[in-house]
């Protein structure tokens, strides 16, 4: 690791080169191969939905969420600005329209309260984006979309080992997307996962993602030959990067456990400086058990966001700050619409820091990240 404190370092966990060496020697390398058959059960055991399939990210499993909804050009699809691009580019890329609405000012979240005012008559889904593991108002966004016949796409590309009232994010809606980059908590180098939690679409989405094929239903022995059946792409990852992700899985509850260690020690650390009114640190609600994906402050008005940055730099520190709001980007006012005031998307994005969190992080790293905080604060 070097020296000074990288914002993120892939976590190791000793088994991925074995089984990456496994998946060599026993000559499958392509996808959907063992390794990759025992993430799918993993996943689909953890969390309960029909059927996950592994793709090649999380951006690939959303543009499947597109393509299982059979967007057409000039379909809405509500969601926060609040995100990474991949996704309103899901939606854009089928000739769809974001439609964005404002986040919470506690987590960050789309703001379910602002959602049915956005509907019209070209709605086709709601995306819920679970910002920083902390799920999204679920129960509210599914019965709006289920009074209206909408579709509900989660994006919980940092939801993953996450719930909301002990359901696992991602498995909610009627479709969900994990990404397993190497930034997340359990990760596969690129990689991601679609979850299809409506029976319906589960057949259709093995289709999709095997060039639209039923290619799946050949090798299960329920047809005599594969043909070509939909409109389709290749999403399936390789056999080394499932192998990898296996090793990861493995030890997901550890990762999430160390990981959740060194968030509440950033908690209660910050709690001074909170009390202070020099930051907000994040706010999760009772129902939700968040899985330690980052550690964010909101900084006070007042103080300038970039001289902190620097001075954490300086001391050898690397802090991020997060999203630039999709609806203030170009490509975002040229494809997308806002939909009422983003008084809480344009505030808070601009006060927003990330502190470094990864498994690996030490105490003495945390510490010293802690106590340049402090100093460039307190003055």
Excluded at 47 to 71: I, N, P, W
Excluded at 89 to 117: C, W
Excluded at 149 to 159: F, I, M, N, S
Aim: glycine share 8%.
């Amino acid at each position: 690791m070097p020296d000074s404190i990288p914002f993120n370092y892939p976590h190791m966990t000793g088994k991925e080169l074995y089984y990456i060496a496994e998946a060599h020697f026993g000559g499958k390398l392509a996808g959907d191969g063992p390794f990759t058959r025992n993430c799918h059960r993993w996943i689909e055991e953890r969390t309960g939905c029909r059927r996950a399939l592994l793709t090649h990210s999380c951006t690939a499993a959303l543009e499947m969420q597109s393509l299982l909804l059979r967007l057409k050009p000039g379909d809405e699809v509500i969601m926060p600005s609040y995100t990474f691009v991949s996704t309103a580019n899901a939606v854009v890329l089928r000739g769809g329209v974001p439609v964005f609405v404002d986040i919470r000012e506690d987590t960050l979240n789309i703001d379910e309260r602002l959602i049915e005012d956005a509907v019209t008559p070209r709605t086709r889904a709601i995306a819920p984006v679970h910002y920083a593991g902390v799920g999204c108002a679920m129960d509210t966004i599914m019965d709006i979309a289920n009074r209206k016949g909408l579709k509900v796409l989660e994006d919980a590309a940092q939801g993953f080992m996450a719930t909301y009232k002990g359901k696992a994010l991602g498995s909610i809606g009627h479709l969900g997307a994990y990404s397993f980059h190497e930034t997340k908590n359990v990760i596969s180098g690129e990689g991601g996962a679609l979850l299809v939690n409506d029976p319906d679409m589960v057949l259709h989405a093995e289709i999709i993602r095997e060039k639209g094929t039923d290619r799946s239903r050949f090798f299960r022995g329920e047809v005599d030959k594969y043909t070509w059946q939909e409109a389709g792409s290749s999403y399936l990852p390789g056999e080394i990067i499932a192998a990898f992700l296996w090793a990861q899985l493995e030890e997901a509850e550890k990762i999430t456990a160390c990981r959740l260690d060194l968030w509440n020690r950033y908690h209660e650390a910050l709690a001074g400086l909170e009390a202070r009114e020099l930051l907000r640190r994040p706010i999760v609600p009772q129902e939700c058990v968040h899985n330690a994906h980052m550690y964010y402050i909101l900084l006070a008005p007042h103080i300038d966001r970039q001289k902190v940055l620097a001075g954490l730099k300086a001391a050898g520190i690397h802090a991020v700050f997060h999203y630039v709001p999709l609806h203030s980007a170009p490509a975002g006012q040229r494809y997308g619409r806002v939909h009422g005031s983003m008084k809480h998307t344009d505030d808070l994005s601009a006060r927003l820091i990330r502190l470094p969190l990864f498994a690996d992080l030490t105490r003495e790293q945390q510490d010293h990240i802690l106590s340049t905080l402090e100093s460039l604060l307190v003055r």
